[in-house]
């Protein structure tokens, strides 16, 4: 496509990621790339894609994106309605998850493989349909990916190996090294990203289809070997490094990115017309040593864009796919709380009508934006349901994760929220190392007190994932945690198991049996109707 302007940095290379620059290219003639979105959920299309297709339209490339949901082919769901066993089902999790029996173990594998998304089970479907789109003539396949999908990629690989198509992988989680040593072994691989490379983007492409290597590109894993000076060594004294490595400074102009572009999703076949937005990268507190979002490819320091890029974006997508529900996928809408307030204020003028939902922290002091006032005004805005991250009920635990709250604000947070009319879901955990059955007994204390204005709660077992504050604590300091023991790393799936010591006691067995009961009660009861638009969504 002569005398397309893309975004390019080579010619200038090495620069900062958020130096863009504009550069004629008139030698491709529309190649075509193929978008394979592997992050599939079928209520809304996936942002990276958005993102990766307007960068690559905007480069004079061909795109067509394969969404599996187009096949049929529906992801994990979310939130199911809870059945009257319910509860049954929440303690066989319970206690099969715990479980050291190898038997008991096994039962619980075959039945999470039952449960998992049919794109989980259906990597048969997925490669025959790109094997379809392959031959009807691709000149590059990108993969954007969740780590669980890794037998799905291999075999995308091998197809893309055996026609000689270069295949690029990418997903939120491969800035782990760990995880990026594991999955640079997939066959048929051209470049595995691991940073936000949207001003690289059409570069990589262009040199993986001229066979060149990207490992040079900022946000691009290099195994190459590197000689470099040992820490302690003499002055001119060279190891070889054998880790893989990649440059990759969090991107900063975030505004400087073309909007999200969704036109080649399966629009027909979602239920109702969702569009995801994202005002932000990171999340302002960033500091919980158990989280994973803080550490995955987009999620490493906060940064935002403008309010008026932000409702620009929203009355955009609103003209263009007719959107009124949005739902904001930020880890944390109120990290900017000007940006937040803006939203509020503006989002009504630009797409009138709108319902949409979003994730808060609920600050420990000070001004997080979640006043009673504040939360009124965001329900007149369109606000219908507010998630946040309870964690536990337990104070003391609370603040051995640094997750930065403060019960008496939360427990006021929620009754602002029923008051605003909001439906309310928070995410929670048991098993952080250090709880207790007493600390588990307040969690149920606290669900019990605020039972009428919970929602919903999605509790978890807590899960170490390479790359965290925690396990990084852990790897370094293992004797301050006796309570984790048989730890064992699965980098491909950036999961580290372990058995938390205080599951063999019988009273802490006992209250997480009466916690699990508590919640079992609380999502029984019926969702608010102002946010059934988004059953299932988040
Ligand atoms: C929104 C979100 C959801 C939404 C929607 C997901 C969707 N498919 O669209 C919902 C709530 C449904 C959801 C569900 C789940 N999620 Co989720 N989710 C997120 C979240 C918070 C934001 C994702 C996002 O839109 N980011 C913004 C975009 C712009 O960033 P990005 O996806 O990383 O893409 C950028 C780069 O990575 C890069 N890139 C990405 N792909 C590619 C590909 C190529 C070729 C290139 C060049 C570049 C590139 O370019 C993009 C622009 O910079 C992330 C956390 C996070 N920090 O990212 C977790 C996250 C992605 N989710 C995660 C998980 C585990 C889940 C669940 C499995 C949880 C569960 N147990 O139920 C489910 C399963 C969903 C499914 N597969 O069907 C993990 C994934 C870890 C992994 N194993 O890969 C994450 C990282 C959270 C975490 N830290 O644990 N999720
Ligand atoms: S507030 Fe949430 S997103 Fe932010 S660091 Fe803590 S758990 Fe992660």
Known sequence: MAGTVVWDSVEHFPLSPNEFHLVEISALSEPRVLLVDLNNFARYPSVAIGYLSAILKQGGYAVEVFAPLSTGLTGVAREPKTPWWGRANLEFRFRTGISRSPVVRRIRRMYATRASSRLARSKNEVTAEVARRLDAGIDVVLVSTYLMYH??????GRLCEERGVP???GGAYFHAQEVATEWLKLPGLSALIGA??????CEIVRRVIAGESAGSLPGVWSDEPLLQTAPGSLPGVFVQSDKPRIQSEPLKDLDSIPFADYSEFPWSLYPNVIVPIITGRGCGWGVCSFCSDITSTVGRTYRSRSPENVLAEIAHQHQKHGANLFVFVDLKLNSNVPLWRELIRGIQKVAPGSKWIAAVHVGARGDDGLSLEDLQRAREAGMVRITTGLEVGSQAVLDKMAKGTDLEITSQFLRDAK???????????????GESADDVDLTTKFLQTHETEIERVKMNRFQIMSGTIFARQLEKSPH???QVTDVESDHLNAQISHHYTENDKRDYRNSISHLLKRVHIINRKPLSLAASDFDGVM
Do not use: R, W
Not at 419 to 433: E, H, I, K, N
């Open 151 to 156: 037998p799905h990629c291999a075999e995308i």
């Open 167 to 169: 295949l690029v992988v």
């Open 196 to 201: 936000e490379v949207e001003p690289h983007l």
């Open 419 to 433: 008051q605003a009319d909001l439906s309310v879901q928070t995410t929670m955990m048991t098993g952080y190392p």
């Open 480 to 482: 301050k945690f006796p």
